[in-house]
C-alpha cells in the first residue's frame, strides 16, 4: 500500500493552520489522496480491516495537523470539526469500490464511534461557530 508515500506527501505541504478547512480538504483530495489511493481498484478487495485503518489515518493525521490538534485526538471528533467523510467513504465514492467484509467492519466502527461522542460536544463553541 501506498500510506507511506502519501504520509510522506502530507508534509510537503506547509503552513496548513493558515489555510481554511475547505482548502486543506481541496489540497487533501488532489495532492494527497490520489498518492494513498494508486491501484486502489486492483487491491480494494483484499485490504484487510488493519490496511483500512492505516489509509484512514493519512486523512485523519493531515487534518489534525490543519487543526492544530494533538495527534492522539479522537479521529471521529476530528472528523466532526471539519465536517468531512471518512478517507474509506472518500475512496468508494471516488472510485465506485465494492462494499467488503473489512470495509462493513470499519464502517460499523465508525457509526459506533459516532454514537458514542458526548452530546456536550456538539453545543461547544468549535462546533455553533460558523466560519
Given amino acids: ?7 510522506v506527501a502530507t508534509f510537503t505541504i ?3 493552520q493558515k489555510l481554511s478547512i475547505k482548502t486543506v480538504v481541496a489540497l487533501f483530495k488532489i495532492k494527497i489522496l490520489p ?5 486502489i481498484t486492483l ?11 492505516s489509509l484512514e489515518r493519512v486523512k485523519t493525521n493531515f487534518l489534525k495537523r490543519a487543526l492544530g490538534v494533538p495527534k492522539r485526538s479522537g479521529n471521529r471528533l476530528i ?19 465494492e462494499e467488503t467484509d473489512a470495509y462493513k467492519k470499519i464502517s460499523e ?4 464511534k459516532s454514537q458514542d461522542v458526548a452530546p ?4 461547544s ?3 455553533k461557530h460558523q466560519s
Fill in 79 to 97: 472528523y466532526l470539526l471539519s465536517g468531512e467523510a471518512s478517507m474509506i467513504e472518500d475512496l468508494r465514492q471516488i472510485y465506485s469500490l
Fill in 14 to 16: 506547509q503552513n496548513l
Fill in 43 to 53: 487491491i480494494w478487495k483484499y485490504l484487510s480491516f488493519s490496511n483500512l485503518l
Fill in 120 to 123: 456536550h460536544f456538539y453545543q
Fill in 1 to 7: 500500500m501506498r500510506v507511506a508515500k502519501a504520509g
Fill in 35 to 39: 498518492v494513498a489511493a494508486y491501484g
Fill in 109 to 112: 466502527l465508525h457509526k459506533k
Fill in 125 to 127: 463553541p468549535a462546533m
